[in-house]
């Protein structure tokens, strides 16, 4: 049984930071590029990031290039989502996903497992 757990969520004022925690068990953790995603209250969920299966290849949403940073730690099954300089247009719920595709997926259709989501919110 596959399952992702999000974690690193909360409450925190716009120029802050915080590190979102992706723990993963039940599958062959470096078969899967690792993606995150979010969504706003009454917005369509959008792609964050994505990491490949060995953590040398990234992509980012232009929303967040340069405050936002990937990364995966394959010993410990987890990915993390380190997020500087946030704004209350961060403010969401952020998804940890799965999808066992080579290369840096960003399209939700190929993931093929989600978390729960953790709320992120940004007080301005």
């Known amino acids: 049984q596959v399952q992702l757990v999000e974690s690193g969520g909360g409450l925190v004022q716009a120029g802050g930071s915080l590190r979102l925690s992706c723990a993963a068990s039940?599958?062959?953790?470096?078969?899967?590029?690792m993606g995150w995603f979010r969504q706003a209250p009454g917005k369509e969920r959008e792609f964050v990031a994505v990491v490949n299966w060995s953590g040398y290849s990234t992509n980012y949403a232009d929303s967040v290039k340069g405050r936002f940073t990937i990364s995966r730690d394959n010993a410990k099954n987890t990915v993390y989502l380190q997020m500087n300089s946030l704004k209350p247009e961060d403010t969401a719920v952020y998804y940890c996903?799965?999808?066992?595709?080579?290369?840096?997926?960003?399209?939700?259709?190929?993931?093929?497992?989600w978390g729960q989501g953790t709320q992120v919110t940004v007080s301005s």
């Open positions: 039940g599958l062959t953790f470096t078969s899967y590029a």
């Open positions: 996903a799965a999808a066992l595709r080579v290369g840096i997926p960003t399209r939700q259709y190929e993931y093929d497992y």
